[in-house]
């Protein structure tokens, strides 16, 4: 029989998100544009650090199947009769660093600790410090600028 117990261990429930994207004002008062404007240029570096780490998993992805396909290339040169040169690849290309010493999941892992995880902790700093958290802000009131109030589709915010 089925224990409807739920396990802790094994058994997860994703949290529900706070809707801080509803937040009317975004803004703390006191808090100047020259601020605001270097924290949009901060999360703007953030976002182009998550398009990097996209391209440099793509790298590992792609890395990685070549390493597979060259594998199922050498097992075709071997049934084709050519083991001298399926021996040769085995022997220098299969399993091969694509960097010194590292296979490109080390590369990603390297980046994630040394460069990746350091930005990012430091975005969220300066956005406690500053705007007590809050994020978007810059972007938040360049919508505010550029909509058409009262117009269909250009609404500040989503009826919560």
């Not at 224990?3 to 429930?13: A, R």
């Not at 399993?95 to 040394?114: H, K, M, P």
Request: hydrophobic share 35%.
């Amino acid at each position: 029989m089925n224990d409807p117990t739920p396990d802790p261990t094994t058994d997860w429930t994703p949290a529900e998100p706070a809707p801080t994207w509803l937040d009317a004002d975004r803004r703390p008062d006191g808090v100047s544009d020259e601020t605001v404007d270097a924290l949009g240029t901060l999360s703007e570096a953030c976002e182009w650090l998550e398009r990097a780490r996209g391209h440099l998993y793509a790298f590992h992805q792609m890395s990685g199947r070549v390493d597979l396909l060259l594998g199922e290339a050498v097992d075709g040169l071997r049934e084709a009769g050519h083991d001298a040169l399926a021996d040769s690849a085995e022997a220098h290309l299969i399993g091969r660093n694509v960097l010194d010493g590292r296979w490109s999941f080390q590369i990603v892992e390297e980046y994630d600790a040394t460069y990746w995880a350091a930005l990012r902790d430091f975005h969220a700093h300066a956005k406690n410090v500053l705007v007590a958290g809050a994020d978007h802000v810059f972007e938040s009131e360049m919508k505010d600028d550029r909509r058409t109030a009262g117009s269909e589709h250009h609404e500040r915010r989503p009826e919560p």
